[in-house]
């Protein structure tokens, strides 16, 4: 017992749960729903733009880049270049005007621009569809951590992550929640670092271990006993650092190119980031933050994803790394690889890492969907007179809720690949919050039912592209339609704005507000 | 602003044909275009360096999947390093302008290529 608890990744895993336990309980007091729902706005912009970016890099990046790298080659480091567009335009278009409109939640937006009850609902709805596409491979990939490295099962690993993050947040709020998210950012990237560090001093430089993949074509020594069908696994080493593997057209490629991308504007839990900071000039100065962190992180999991390739062709690794290479699926490379390069600690310095890129990412995700469930349906349509005391009892309970609804999700998912799940909420949110977010703070011309169109057809198509995808016509099965579900979002918000022509009478006065200087907000 | 709250009452604000709609007020437009002119310009820069790469990757594979050094290709470089630091470039470039119009607009100055601001100081 006393072994199994100095072990370097039970030491570290403890850690990471003690600190939040911590800071968890020093930010317990959340007196209004200011403090609870945004952090009573007093977040600068070293710690939201490390909260940002905690939030942003989750189990997708964590994990599932260098997973999909390990896995499709370049068609994977593609999934990277595509995720790493999107803070930027989300910092160009969105981030400022945002902080200066400063509400709680996504759907506020909606309701003010529009006065419209309708269009709240709506909203809601959407966030709650996109959180949970979120939230789902972030359970996913803790209880494949869970199950791999403690030996539990799948569905405790739900359980208990859900349980954390029901704690986690219900007590910290936005407050516990934002400095967790920061803290917990730094843990992961110094994880990735050590990584980074000792696979180049070990000799695995860039250019070299990308030499002999594409080299190498055959099958891998030593992986029969692992393999399910008992046999060496083969592999072509210059198809994997070619295109077309997994995206069989070019068209495939330029649709996830724009589902991606346009994706990061429409994710309500890095919206609402925007609202924690003192101003639309500390907004921006973190969304930079955000996109330098992100930027290194892409890189570094993109590295790592072929770093673990070269140590699984080599055949020389530990026999419980190359079994976790085959057995564990491409979720499980980052730890793999880090036990390979640096042992027992660095392995455990990477599962607290992984914890911490969940529990950040879920935590964002709760508190984005508590607003909308607390603030957006339970305060706004059946209890109106409802006391400061009264919104943070509401909100801890929707996350009480969501933590049940999140949980069945996870266990729903269970051998599906972190990185394309994330990948599809990525295309819900493009096709349906992106358009809605560019064009109401540009364009004054857009009406309550063109929003309303936008969000209801955006989020139609793109659920009926992912989950339906056989009853199309070939040239329509895309792997993620954002080609095709991203215009629809933005046409129909556009054409039915135009026939409606009925805009609100104060959306100048809405326009004045957003693009106010920042004398006028403070 | 800044901290509290207030909740949003739904009043009818009313409606009316886009039409009709009075325009902005001076200022107000002329920071709108200011700020949509510089992010739709570095946007569409941004998009040229982003499509460029499929549009290569696939109607040009031999030089794209080329080695520039090693076993780096032009493609993986591009995707899996440069793309990188293009993104943080534009963003950076964006909040710098951001921040000297920022200035402009607070001052009715300009501020010079040192930094320094062009009549009264910004504070």
Redesign the interface.
């Known amino acids: 017992m006393m072994q199994t608890l100095l072990e370097p990744k039970m030491l570290m895993t403890i850690f990471l749960m003690g600190t939040i336990v911590y800071i968890t309980y020093l930010t317990k007091r959340s007196a209004?729903?200011?403090d609870y729902f945004?952090g009573?706005?007093?977040f600068g912009w070293f710690t939201n733009g490390s909260a940002i970016g905690g939030d942003y890099l989750s189990a997708a990046t964590f994990l599932g880049i260098a997973g999909l790298t390990f896995q499709l080659g370049?068609d994977g480091?593609?999934y990277?270049?595509c995720f790493?567009?999107g803070?930027?335009?989300l910092?160009?278009?969105v981030a400022?005007p945002l902080r200066r409109f400063?509400?709680?939640t996504v759907a506020?937006f909606l309701?003010?621009r529009f006065?419209s009850?309708r269009a709240r609902i709506v909203a809601v709805i959407v966030v709650l569809a996109i959180s949970g596409f979120y939230a789902a491979p972030q359970l996913l990939g803790a209880a494949q951590i869970l199950s791999m490295f403690f030996g539990t099962s799948y569905e405790f690993g739900i359980i208990f992550t859900c349980t954390v993050m029901i704690f986690y947040v219900g007590i910290g709020g936005m407050k516990g929640t934002t400095i967790n998210q920061a803290l917990e950012l730094w843990i992961r990237l110094g994880a990735f670092i050590l990584m980074v560090v000792a696979a180049v001093y070990g000799g695995l430089?860039?250019?070299?271990?990308?030499?002999?993949?594409?080299e190498f074509s055959g099958t891998i020594a030593n992986t029969a006993q692992f393999a399910p069908d008992g046999k060496d696994v083969p592999f072509d080493g210059n198809s994997w650092?070619?295109?077309g593997n997994y995206f069989p057209s070019?068209w495939q490629?330029?649709s996830m190119?724009i589902g991606l991308?346009l994706g990061t504007i429409g994710l309500p839990h890095i919206l609402l980031r925007f609202y924690t900071n003192?101003?639309a000039?500390a907004a921006?100065?973190s969304?930079?933050m955000a996109?330098?962190i992100?930027?290194?992180f892409?890189?570094f999991a993109?590295?790592l994803g072929a770093v673990g390739r070269s140590i699984f062709l080599a055949g020389s690794a530990d026999p419980q790394v190359v079994k976790d290479l085959v057995a564990g699926g491409n979720n499980m490379v980052v730890p793999s690889t880090a036990q390979a390069l640096g042992g027992e600690w660095l392995l455990g310095l990477v599962i607290a890492g992984a914890f911490a890129a969940i529990f950040s990412n879920l935590s964002g995700l709760f508190i984005a969907s508590s607003g909308a469930l607390a603030h957006d349906l339970y305060?706004s349509f059946f209890k109106k007179n409802i006391t400061q005391k009264q919104r943070v009892i509401a909100g801890k309970i929707s996350i009480l809720i969501l933590g049940i609804l999140y949980g069945v999700l996870g266990l729903m998912v269970k051998e599906a690949s972190i990185g394309h799940l994330v990948a599809l909420a990525f295309t819900v949110a493009a096709s349906t919050f992106t358009p809605i977010f560019i064009l109401g703070i540009?364009w004054?011309?857009m009406?309550?039912k063109g929003a309303i169109a936008g969000l209801v057809l955006g989020l139609l198509a793109s659920m009926y592209m992912i989950f339906l995808p056989t009853t199309l016509p070939e040239f329509l099965q895309f792997r993620v339609p954002g080609l095709i579900t991203v215009p629809i979002g933005f046409l129909s918000v556009y054409i039915v704005s135009k026939l409606d022509?009925?805009?609100?009478?104060?959306?100048?006065e809405f326009?004045?507000r957003v693009?106010?200087?920042?004398?006028e907000?403070? | 602003m800044a901290g509290e709250y207030s909740d949003y009452e739904y009043v009818e604000a009313g409606k009316i044909d886009v039409k009709d709609l009075p325009p902005l007020d001076s200022e107000t437009e002329k920071i709108m275009k200011g700020e949509f002119s510089t992010g739709f310009k570095l946007s569409i820069l941004y998009y040229l360096f982003i499509f460029t790469i499929p549009v290569l990757n696939w109607f040009a594979p031999e030089f794209m999947f080329s080695s520039m050094f090693g076993g780096m290709t032009y493609a993986w470089f591009l995707t899996g390093i440069v793309a990188m630091a293009i993104a943080f470039i534009i963003a950076y470039i964006h909040t710098n302008r951001y921040e000297k119009r920022l200035a402009k607009y607070e001052t009715g100055h300009t501020i010079k290529p040192d930094g320094s601001v062009d009549g009264r100081s910004a504070g």
């Open positions: 209004t729903a200011s945004v009573g706005r007093s370049y480091a593609y990277a270049f790493s567009i803070l930027t335009l910092a160009i278009f400022g400063g509400a709680f506020d309701a003010y006065h009850k430089h860039y250019h070299k271990i990308l030499a002999a993949i594409n650092t070619g295109t070019f490629t330029i190119t991308s003192p101003s000039k921006r100065k969304a930079l996109i330098a992100a930027s290194v892409f890189l993109v590295y305060a540009w004054r011309g009406t309550e022509r009925k805009v609100p009478a104060d959306v100048n326009m004045k693009h106010s200087k920042e004398s907000v403070a």
